[in-house]
C-alpha cells in the first residue's frame, strides 16, 4: 500500500519545526471535517428515539468500531472518556474499588505517566490499597523479575505503559501481562503514547485495560478511550444513566466521538502504509545530524532500538536543555524539565533512570509526527547545533 500524503495543516505553515509531537498533535483537517455536521445540524441525543438520534446514534456506533479496529478489540469493548487520565482512573480506581480485597495491592514503575502515579497515591490515602512502584534500568525498562519478585496472592492490577512519553522506550507488554495473569492479577496499559505509532493488538499482548488518547494521534484534546476486555468488572467512574456500558454515565459527545474514531481510522491507514518506518528513518536522520555537529557531546537517552520510531530524547555534555531550546526560535520541542518559579527541575523520569543531575537537566526530546519533513529535520540540526555554540560559550 503506497503511503499517502496528509493535507497540509494550516497551523504549521508559516511557524517555527513542531518537533513536540509528544506533548500534543496538531488536529488533523479531515478529522476536524467529520466533526463538523455533528456540531451543527446532526445535534441529537444518541439516547433518544425519535429521527433526530438516528444519525448521532450510528455516528457514535461507527466511532466506536473505529477505535476497536486500531487496537485489535471488539466494538463494545470501548469506553469514551474525556480523556487519557480520565481513563486511567478508570481503569485503576475502577478494579481496587471492584475487588474484594481489604488491601488491595496493585503494582505499576517509576515512569509511568503522572495520571497513574498520582492515582496510585490517591488509592493507598483513600482506598486502603497497597501499591508497590517497580525501579526501572538505565534505559528505562522493567525488569520481567522485578515484576514477578512483586507479585502477590493480594495483587489486583498491574499497570505499565506501553511506551514512555519522554524517552520512547516501549516496555515488554506483553511478558509482563503473562506474569500478571499468571498470579491472577488483571493488566492496565497506558497506550497513549504508542497508538497509532506502532501496531498494537489487545489481543496479541493479552492485556485487560488499555487507554488511548485523542490528542496524542491528530484529534482533538478532550477525547480518548478505555479498552476494557470482556468480563472485566470495574466500578464507574461517573454514575448516572447508564452510558458507555454503565461505566461513565453523561450523555455522549459524538463530535468528539467521531473525530476520536476518524484519528484512528488514519491512524490504521498510515500504519499499514509505513508511516513507522518513514518517521524512523528521519528520526535518525535528525540524530545522526546532531551526532556529527557535536562530537563526543550527545548522549542518546533511553533504548537505541526498543523505542517508539518518531521519538528522540539526548543530552548534550555541558549544556542545559532549556538554555538550548531558548536560543533556538526556530523549532519548538520539550525538556524533560518542569519549570517552578523560575527553577528548572531535572526529569524525573531520567532520574530514575538513574542519570545524573546534569545529563537529567540537560535532556532534549525531539518528537516527530504526520508533517515532519526531511527539511524540518535539517533545520531543525542547524538549529540545535548553533544554539548549543550560543549558550555553552557564553558560560
Not at 467512574?237 to 456500558?245: H, K, L, T
Not at 533511553?302 to 531558548?326: C, F, K
Not at 545529563?359 to 540540526?381: F, H, K, M, N, P
Request: with cysteine.
Amino acid at each position: 500500500m503506497s503511503r499517502q500524503l496528509p493535507p497540509p495543516h494550516p497551523g504549521l505553515a508559516d511557524g517555527p519545526v513542531y518537533l513536540d509531537y509528544n506533548a500534543t498533535t496538531p488536529v488533523d483537517p479531515r478529522v476536524a471535517e467529520t466533526m463538523g455536521p455533528h456540531l451543527t445540524a446532526l445535534f441529537g441525543n444518541p439516547s433518544s428515539s425519535h429521527p433526530y438520534s438516528v444519525e448521532p446514534r450510528r455516528a457514535l456506533a461507527r466511532a466506536r468500531a473505529q477505535v476497536a479496529d486500531l487496537v485489535g478489540a471488539r466494538p463494545h469493548e470501548i469506553v469514551f472518556t474525556a480523556s487519557g487520565s480520565e481513563a486511567d482512573l478508570l481503569a485503576l480506581r475502577g478494579v481496587v474499588l471492584a475487588s474484594d480485597r481489604t488491601r488491595p495491592h496493585v503494582i505499576t514503575q517509576a515512569t509511568e505517566h503522572p495520571a497513574v502515579l498520582a492515582t496510585c497515591r490517591a488509592l493507598e490515602r483513600l482506598h486502603q490499597a497497597r501499591i508497590t512502584v517497580l525501579p526501572v534500568g538505565p534505559e528505562g525498562l522493567v525488569d520481567p523479575a522485578a515484576l514477578t519478585a512483586a507479585l502477590d496472592t493480594e495483587t489486583v492490577l498491574v499497570s505499565v505503559m506501553a511506551a514512555n512519553n519522554e524517552t520512547g522506550a516501549l516496555q515488554p507488554v506483553r511478558e509482563l501481562a503473562a506474569l500478571a495473569h499468571r498470579a491472577g492479577a488483571l493488566f492496565h496499559c497506558d497506550a497513549a503514547q504508542a497508538v497509532g505509532k506502532v501496531p498494537l493488538d489487545v489481543r496479541e499482548l493479552d492485556v485487560d485495560l488499555l487507554t488511548l488518547v485523542g490528542h496524542k494521534m491528530y484529534a482533538p484534546k478532550g477525547t480518548a478511550a478505555l479498552y476494557v476486555r470482556d468480563g472485566v468488572k470495574l466500578e464507574p467512574v461517573v454514575y448516572g444513566g447508564g452510558q458507555e456500558r454503565g461505566l461513565r454515565a453523561g450523555t455522549e459527545n459524538v463530535a468528539l466521538a467521531v473525530a476520536l474514531g476518524t484519528a484512528a481510522r488514519l491512524a490504521a491507514e498510515e500504519l499499514a502504509a509505513g508511516a513507522p518506518a518513514r518517521l524512523a528513518a528521519l528520526r535518525d536522520d535528525l540524530h545522526a545530524r546532531l551526532v556529527g555537529a557535536l562530537p563526543g557531546r550527545l548522549r542518546l537517552n533511553g533504548p537505541d532500538g526498543q523505542r517508539l520510531p518518531n521519538t528522540l530524547n539526548v543530552s548534550i555534555d555541558s549544556a542545559r536543555g532549556h538554555d538550548v531550546l531558548a536560543a533556538a526560535p526556530q523549532i519548538a520541542a520539550s525538556t524533560g524539565s518542569a519549570c517552578h518559579s523560575g527553577v528548572h527541575t531535572p526529569s524525573p523520569v531520567l532520574t530514575a533512570m538513574g542519570q545524573r543531575l546534569a545529563r537529567a537537566s540537560g535532556a532534549l526530546r525531539l518528537s516527530l509526527g504526520r508533517w515532519s519533513t526531511a527539511e524540518d529535520v535539517a533545520t531543525a540540526a542547524r538549529a540545535l547545533t548553533h544554539a548549543v555554540t550560543a549558550t555553552t560559550s557564553s558560560r
